[in-house]
C-alpha cells in the first residue's frame, strides 16, 4: 500500500488475478482480525516513544463507503444517517518538542449495528462511542511506559470530565479543547469565569493553508488561569470526584477581518500554567493536532483514496481500514523526514530493507561527487532522501523537496530492488 499509494486490491495487483484473489483471502481469514493489525500498530512505535514527551493525539474519522440500498455490504449509518461506513479512531503519538510522528500505538475501529433507541443522556459511558477517548488512552499506558511524559491531545469531542478523571488517576496528562460551558466548583460559569480574566500577552503567529482556509497571519491575545472543574449532574458519574483541579489556556484572534472566522481556543489542561510562557507552550502542543488531520486526508482524499474501496463485506473492510492506517503514517513519516529531523530509520524499515537502503545509497553517492546524502544513516530522513533520489528527485538542497507523489515513485522502485535484494544469498540448483 505504501509502495502504490493505494488500497484498490485490483489496483495493487495490476492485473494479476492471482495475487488480487489472495488479497481478499488474507482479509476474509477468520484468524485474521481488526483487533490484532490493530496491536500490530506499536510493534515500532513502543521504541521510538522512549525518554520523549510523547503527544498522544486522538481523533475520529468517519471513512464512507459508497452503497445502495440492494447493497450496504453490512455497513452501519454514519454522519447523520444518510450515508453507510466505518468508524476510525487512532491514537497517534508524535514527539512534543520536534513535531515528528512517531507512529500509531492504539485506536478502534468498527461500524454501527443499527440505530440507538435510548437517548444519549440516559446511557452509561461504557455504553457510548465517547468511551474510546478513555479505552483507547488505557490501552496506550502500557505502550508509553517508557516515555518520560505523556500528554493526551484532543478536539473538543474530547471534552469529557471521565477523561479528565481517567487521567489524573492514570498519571497522564492531558490537552482539550472545551466544547461545552461547563460549571465550575463555585457553581459560575467556565466561559464566564475566561472572559472575566485580564489578556496576559499578544503574538502574531502564521497559520498554514489547510484544505478550506488559505495561509494567514492572525494576531492572537492569551489568557490564562486555575480552574476547579466540578463533576457533571449525571446519575452515572457519582463515582468520579466531586471537581478536579485544572487549569484553562485561552487563545483568541483579534482584529480579524470580516470574511473570516475567528480563531478562538480554549485549552482545558491538567498541566500547571503559571506564566505566559508555559500558555504559549500548551498552544504550541495543541497546534501538533494537525498531525493526525493530515494522516486522515492521506488515508482518503489526498493519498490512499481508501473510500474508493468495492469490497463487499464490512468485516473485510475493517481489517483492510487498520492496514491502511499503518500504511497511511509512514507516508507520513517520510513526508516530515525529508527535511532531516532525528527519527530512527525502524520505525519505518525492517533490517533488510535498511540493507537495500544502504546499497542503493552507495549506488547514488557515487554517480556525482556534489551528491552526498546529509543525513545520519540511522535516521529517517537518510532514508527519505534516497526514496526521493528514486523517485525523481535531483537531491539538490536549492531544489523543491520531494512531494507524495515522487515518495510513492520512489518506494514503487524501493520495493522492487527489496525483493530482489532480499534474494541475493539463494542458490538455485
Known sequence: MVAGKDVCLRRLSKGNRALEVRFN???????????????SWSESTVAATRGRH?????????????????????????GRGNHHGVLLHPLLAVDADSGSCLG????????????????????????????????????????????ARVTLLGDRESDIFALYASAAEQDFHVVARSMHDRKLADTTGLYGAIDAMAPVQRRTVQLPARAQRPARQVDLELRFGAIELARPQSKFLRHLPESLPLAIVDVREINAGPDVEPLHWRL??????????????????????WIIEQFFRVLKTQGFRLEDSQIGI??????????AAKAA???????????????GISTAFNSNEI???????????????????????????WAAWIIG?????????????PGPITFKTGLEHFHAVAQGWSLRDVCMP
Open 25 to 39: 483471502r488474507f482479509l476474509g481469514n477468520g484468524k485474521v482480525t481488526a483487533e490484532r493489525i490493530i496491536e
Open 54 to 78: 510523547v503527544l498522544a493525539i486522538q481523533d475520529t474519522s468517519e471513512i464512507h463507503f459508497n452503497t445502495t440500498a440492494q447493497r450496504r455490504r453490512r455497513l452501519g449509518e454514519i
Open 104 to 147: 500509531l500505538l492504539s485506536g478502534e475501529v468498527w461500524t454501527r449495528e443499527g440505530r440507538r433507541t435510548v437517548s444519549h443522556d440516559s446511557r452509561d459511558l461504557p455504553d457510548k462511542e465517547s468511551q474510546r477517548w478513555i479505552t483507547t488512552a488505557l490501552a496506550a499506558k502500557p505502550l508509553l511506559a517508557g516515555a
Open 268 to 289: 482545558i489542561t491538567s498541566h500547571k500554567v503559571a506564566s505566559a510562557d508555559d500558555g504559549w507552550r500548551i498552544v504550541e502542543w495543541y497546534k501538533q493536532r
Open 314 to 323: 464490512a468485516e473485510r473492510l475493517l481489517k483492510l481500514v487498520a492496514v
Open 329 to 343: 503514517v509512514i507516508t507520513i513519516q517520510l513526508l516530515q523526514a525529508r527535511n532531516g529531523g532525528p527519527q
Open 355 to 381: 540493507a537495500t537502503l544502504t546499497a542503493l545509497n552507495q549506488q547514488l553517492e557515487a554517480r556525482t561527487k556534489r551528491l552526498k546524502n546529509p543525513h545520519p544513516p540511522d535516521t529517517l530522513a
Open 389 to 401: 533520489r528514486l523517485g525523481g528527485w535531483d537531491g539538490y538542497p536549492s531544489s523543491k523537496p
